[in-house]
């Protein structure tokens, strides 16, 4: 302990809130294999949170292994074009519907960020729609009206961060998810500046009703509007396709992340080739060019992960499992709840759901402004101390998270939920 504690107290001394800023536990952990983490002292669990999605074939796969260390004695970054990263841009091609052509970046948000440069270049208009409680990075665009404590009028922003202009207020338009009467009618009145619009197809863990993604694109097509998915987490995870396979609607730009680089830093913008002409710096088509450079962008340590991750889950194709495992945890949780008459939803697909505690059904972010946070606290904590790690928001569900971790997880859930009738007055 005497180790933990030293560095538990460096993490405080160096960390603004003693934090990396990412919202998980104060646990540290210090390695991972296949669907198990441990910390510092050397307790084990069984993980859910997945680095935040990426290791979707679990942690320390042998293979992705192997493809990074034979690259690493080869160099880690050229600044340059290479065979990795060409490979495996072909392959996200051949896999992702709408995907004609690519661009690397190295995180999630520069891939959104870039995603809405890249429609206001192709049209000429500025303004973004998107939707309430929509996750799209960290950048000011994205900040917009993603957490607000408040209900706003559609379509006003609000801002979620201190450091924001309020000028970028007047450029972002926000939707309701799943209420198309309300997208149809902001997108109408705003049809003559909107750049483009950009969507989670899966909401954070909120499902899209029957038709609204179809209703969506009908109508970006309509007015020749360009639709951006954003699937850092959905791609590679709802099918090999993505979220765009699954729900059979296909975008013009999609933002990719996460699964697609195994774990190492690395994200893409692809989209259909007229579109992505934007990111061409030789064409005279616009002026001044679209201007995008990345020192990291397509390094050859992160597509061979990347590479090697997809292979896993082309060769594997465990996209059935994966969905059966997590809709097994789901209704056993529901189950639970109901036994110990705990008014909670648990919302999501298979392989990504979440718990909120609230009696009303949830279908957009105004639905789950009701809900008790500090009943989900608890609950995380109480998984945490029962063997179960996850971030506070999302359950991750991986391949390799077999029988035994399921048994176990279930076992986990028993104790964690009977615990909360003692820590509240549910």
């Not at 902001?186 to 950009?198: C, D, M, Q, S």
């Not at 082309?314 to 994966?322: D, G």
Request: hydrophobic residues 40%; proline residues 5%; charged residues 20%.
């Amino acid at each position: 302990m005497e180790k933990s504690d030293q560095i538990t107290n460096l993490a405080k001394d160096i960390f603004p809130g003693s934090n990396n800023g990412n919202p998980t536990s104060d646990l540290i952990m210090s390695k991972a294999v296949g669907s198990k983490i441990w910390d510092i002292d050397g307790n084990e669990y069984i993980d859910y949170l997945l680095g935040s999605g990426p290791m979707v074939i679990g942690h320390s796969h042998p293979k992705v292994v192997e493809a990074v260390s034979k690259q690493l004695s080869s160099g880690s970054t050229f600044f340059a074009l290479n065979e990795l990263s060409i490979r495996l841009g072909q392959e996200i091609i051949d896999a992702v519907p709408c995907a004609e052509q690519i661009r690397y970046v190295t995180s999630g948000t520069e891939a959104t960020l870039y995603a809405m440069r890249a429609v206001r270049a192709f049209t000429g208009k500025e303004k973004i729609l998107k939707f309430e409680g929509g996750y799209h990075g960290m950048h000011d665009y994205s900040l917009m009206s993603l957490m607000p404590r408040s209900e706003v009028e559609y379509p006003i922003a609000s801002i979620d961060s201190s450091g924001i202009p309020e000028a970028i207020k007047n450029e972002m338009l926000i939707a309701p998810f799943n209420d198309f009467e309300t997208t149809e009618d902001i997108i109408k009145k705003n049809k003559e500046e909107i750049a483009g619009v950009i969507i989670e197809p899966f909401q954070r863990v909120i499902k899209p009703k029957p038709g609204f993604l179809e209703s969506v694109r009908k109508i970006t097509n309509k007015y020749n509007i360009p639709l951006i998915f954003d699937e850092i987490v959905t791609g590679f995870r709802f099918g090999y396709g993505g979220a765009q396979e699954y729900y059979n609607v296909v975008p013009d730009l999609c933002t990719l992340g996460k699964i697609v680089a195994g774990g190492y830093p690395l994200a893409a913008i692809v989209g259909k080739k007229n579109l992505m002409e934007v990111f061409n710096q030789k064409s005279d088509t616009i002026s001044p060019p679209l201007v995008q450079i990345g020192t990291l962008s397509g390094n050859p340590i992160s597509s061979a992960a990347g590479l090697a991750t997809l292979d896993v889950l082309k060769a594997e194709n465990p996209y059935e499992k994966l969905f059966e495992t997590g809709n097994f945890l789901q209704s056993t949780l529901r189950e639970i709840f109901n036994r110990h008459e705990i008014p909670a939803q648990v919302v999501g697909e298979g392989p990504v759901f979440d718990v909120y505690f609230c009696s009303n059904e949830i279908s957009n972010y105004r639905d789950t402004m009701g809900a008790d946070k500090s009943i989900l606290n608890s609950l995380n904590s109480n998984l945490i101390e029962a063997g179960i790690f996850k971030g506070d928001t999302k359950y991750y569900v991986s391949t390799v998270h077999d029988s035994f971790d399921v048994e176990k997880t279930v076992s986990a859930f028993e104790v964690a939920v009977a615990k909360l009738k003692e820590q509240h007055d549910i």
